[in-house]
């Protein structure tokens, strides 16, 4: 029979029905989670540094956060977490958060409202890589002392620096730079002001499920549970995710019994497992888009004829069937699905004779050549190579371009691409994250170095459309807002120099013993505290 199971965003992969267990040559102990996925993207284990992707899946079983996501139930949102309670001042500014009383941190200190003051003060003060996710609202590290404020032990207030969508702070404080940090322990570890920073880079002092026992960096993450976890002990005493780079080792692994979950692979051995007894394979949509964009300082491509002319020569369904099978869908606009204000709308499809048609229209009939850079990562590569192909037909030569991830963002940083084809991942669960990257744009100068608004990179200078993505983050009322970024986003696939073409979906394979694990959707990291075998 057929193991397949798919889940939708937000799904948690244990709700993929029981199969019966076949024996397999070896066995991993029912109180232990063993997992192969690529962690040599860690770099530190500091909640208020982390920016990496398995980063935040070790943060997220280690570290709590004041509002936080259930992994069994994501499509609720945020829910209450070392805040139990929060009110909001009349003029929209203030939140006011109540503790949760009895929550102690792996040392055994009490946590508390100073703790969270610390944590969230250290974020701006330390002002490393995922600070913007906070400074954005205002805060500085001169004015932290009045701003974010604990005013006993149990009560903390935050004030912003104009009202904003209460739903837009608090997701921000979903994020891995939300992790409440044990203050005793990490000022105990203070060298030169640093507020612990160095030795939380190696070290943790959180409060959730897990404690990190051991980090080897590029092999592997031991976390040990932590009976004491105010949601109860989880069942899977030890957590160990090894590093293991090619899907077919961890296929491998994987079809031995080696391995509990394999999170790495393609789809060829997606395939080869799908049938195989014992073994389930869950897809679980993701936040990451794959996009191609149009450098607007260049003559020809910032024509709307040449722009629209290029969104007709994707064969979206084509490589979805083919080599993306699987493992990236069909998506054009620029929130992920399940986002708040997320649109379905998919206006482009491959027609070559009507690219033709309006790259006559735009005066272009002898055609254009242009370069588009490409990080040197497989699936891009051949996305790129499609898309050639098919431009090629309409008289646009597409020259592609591979280098390593830093040579070619440093290209396209710099404005200086004539079409780019990459990928993006939201920063924190809330509209904004993207709405600012893809439809913002303050100040198109080029020495106004604003690389973190895709729109700049890409010369498009918005004003009324910025001034509307602006609108949108301070409205309130839930359903007006998603009503704001439907319109923004549908105006922003018909105008913009961006084609948004699929979204991630990570298949994983799993023993079908197995229950209980969420890869956190497409708005968080994974979590392992429900996980049951």
């Known amino acids: 029979m057929k193991l397949l199971k798919t889940l939708v965003a937000g799904v948690a992969l244990g709700a993929i029905a029981a199969t019966s267990v076949v024996p397999v040559l070896a066995e991993t102990p029912a109180n232990m989670l063993i997992i192969a996925n690529r962690i040599d993207d860690i770099t530190t284990l500091d909640p208020q540094e982390s920016f990496e992707f398995a980063g935040a899946d070790v943060i997220r079983n280690v570290y709590n956060k004041l509002v936080n996501f259930d992994p069994a139930n994501l499509d609720a949102g945020y829910q209450p977490d070392l805040a139990e309670s929060w009110t909001v001042s009349e003029d929209?500014?203030?939140?006011?958060?109540?503790?949760?009383?009895?929550?102690?941190?792996?040392?055994?200190?009490?946590?508390?409202?100073?703790?969270?003051?610390?944590?969230?003060?250290?974020?701006?003060?330390?002002?490393?890589?995922?600070?913007?996710?906070?400074?954005?609202?205002?805060?500085?590290?001169?004015?932290?002392?009045?701003?974010?404020?604990?005013?006993?032990?149990?009560?903390?207030?935050?004030?912003?620096?104009?009202?904003?969508?209460?739903?837009?702070?608090?997701?921000?404080?979903?994020?891995?730079?939300?992790?409440?940090?044990?203050?005793?322990?990490?000022?105990?570890?203070?060298?030169?002001?640093?507020?612990?920073?160095?030795?939380?880079?190696?070290?943790?002092?959180?409060?959730?499920?897990?404690?990190?026992?051991?980090?080897?960096?590029?092999?592997?993450?031991?976390?040990?549970?932590?009976?004491?976890?105010?949601?109860?002990?989880?069942?899977?005493?030890?957590?160990?995710?090894?590093?293991?780079?090619?899907?077919?080792?961890?296929?491998?692994?994987?079809?031995r019994g080696d391995i509990d979950v394999a999170r790495n692979l393609n789809p060829e051995d997606v395939k080869g497992i799908s049938d195989a007894d014992g073994i389930t394979v869950a897809s679980e949509l993701r936040g990451r888009l794959m996009y191609f964009s149009l450098n607007q300082k260049h003559e020809a491509l910032s024509n709307p004829k040449v722009i629209e002319a290029t969104k007709y020569l994707v064969d979206y369904e084509g490589m979805r069937d083919s080599f993306l099978n699987g493992q990236w869908t069909i998506q054009q606009a620029f929130l992920p699905q399940t986002y708040l204000g997320s649109i379905s709308d998919t206006p482009y499809g491959l027609d070559i004779a009507k690219a033709k048609a309006l790259m006559v229209e735009a005066g272009y009939a002898d055609g254009i050549e242009i370069e588009v850079g490409v990080r040197e990562a497989q699936e891009r590569i051949e996305i790129a190579q499609a898309m050639q192909a098919n431009f090629a037909q309409a008289g646009i030569k597409l020259n592609i371009t591979v280098g390593t991830a830093k040579a070619i963002l440093a290209r396209y940083r710099a404005r200086e691409l004539d079409m780019y084809l990459g990928a993006w991942g939201p920063d924190y669960p809330d509209p904004h994250t993207n709405a600012a990257t893809f439809a913002m744009n303050p100040d198109n100068a080029d020495d106004a170095g604003n690389t973190g608004f895709l729109a700049w990179r890409n010369a498009w200078e918005i004003p009324a459309l910025t001034e509307k993505t602006a609108a949108a983050v301070v409205e309130n009322d839930r359903d007006i807002r998603a009503k704001m970024y439907e319109d923004i986003q549908r105006e922003h696939q018909a105008t913009s120099p961006f084609g948004v073409m699929f979204q991630k979906i990570e298949q994983t394979g799993l023993q079908n013993n197995v229950k209980g694990l969420s890869l956190g959707g497409a708005i968080t990291a994974a979590a392992y505290w429900k996980v049951t075998k």
């Open 92 to 255: 929209g500014k203030t939140i006011t958060f109540k503790m949760r009383a009895g929550v102690k941190f792996h040392s055994g200190n009490p946590v508390t409202a100073k703790d969270a003051e610390f944590s969230l003060r250290r974020a701006i003060t330390l002002n490393k890589t995922p600070s913007f996710i906070l400074t954005q609202f205002g805060f500085t590290a001169e004015n932290v002392g009045e701003t974010i404020v604990a005013t006993d032990d149990m009560t903390l207030s935050i004030t912003t620096d104009k009202r904003y969508a209460t739903s837009f702070v608090l997701n921000c404080l979903t994020a891995t730079i939300g992790g409440i940090v044990d203050s005793k322990v990490a000022m105990e570890h203070d060298v030169d002001g640093d507020l612990g920073n160095e030795w939380l880079k190696t070290n943790t002092a959180g409060s959730g499920a897990y404690t990190v026992q051991s980090w080897k960096a590029n092999q592997s993450v031991t976390l040990a549970a932590n009976a004491d976890y105010y949601e109860g002990a989880p069942a899977m005493q030890r957590v160990i995710v090894r590093h293991v780079q090619e899907s077919a080792t961890q296929r491998l692994m994987l079809e």
